[in-house]
């Protein structure tokens, strides 16, 4: 089973910054790669929306809210990626989740796998 974990959030005052990571792991097996990753956000009664992307060639992408304050990496070798937050502002808060995809694992490919999620409030 492909375990997500999430981790680094926080409360932090406006303009604050904080620095997510997210690191995926198999129960049993061993992840050999892992396609795109992102991160995805959701605030009560709304929708989940991705935040920020990054494919395994490196390519990213952004929401248009958050391009030049947010930042995502990846360490392959780790199974983690990390997500720098700058510049934050209120309507920043919500429930930040992870995502994987595509992965190839010795346990056969696993696809779209999920974190629980860690909180992110941003407030004086």
């Known amino acids: 089973q492909v375990q997500v974990v999430e981790s680094g959030g926080g409360l932090v005052q406006p303009g604050g910054s904080l620095r997510l990571s997210c690191t995926v792991s198999?129960?049993?097996?061993?992840?050999?790669?892992?396609?795109?990753m992102r991160w995805y956000r959701q605030t009560p009664g709304k929708q989940r929306d991705m935040v920020a992307m990054?494919?395994?060639?490196?390519?990213?992408d952004y929401a248009t809210s958050v391009k030049g304050r947010f930042a995502i990496s990846r360490d392959d070798a780790k199974k983690t990626i990390y997500l720098q937050m700058n510049n934050l502002k209120t309507e920043d808060t919500a429930v930040y989740y992870c995502?994987?995809?595509?992965?190839?694992?010795?346990?056969?490919?696993?696809?779209?796998?999920w974190g629980q999620g860690t909180q992110v409030t941003v407030s004086s």
């Open positions: 990054i494919a395994n060639d490196g390519f990213t």
């Open positions: 995502a994987a995809d595509r992965l190839a694992t010795s346990r056969g490919p696993q696809y779209d796998a």
């Open positions: 198999l129960s049993s097996g061993v992840i050999f790669s892992i396609g795109d």
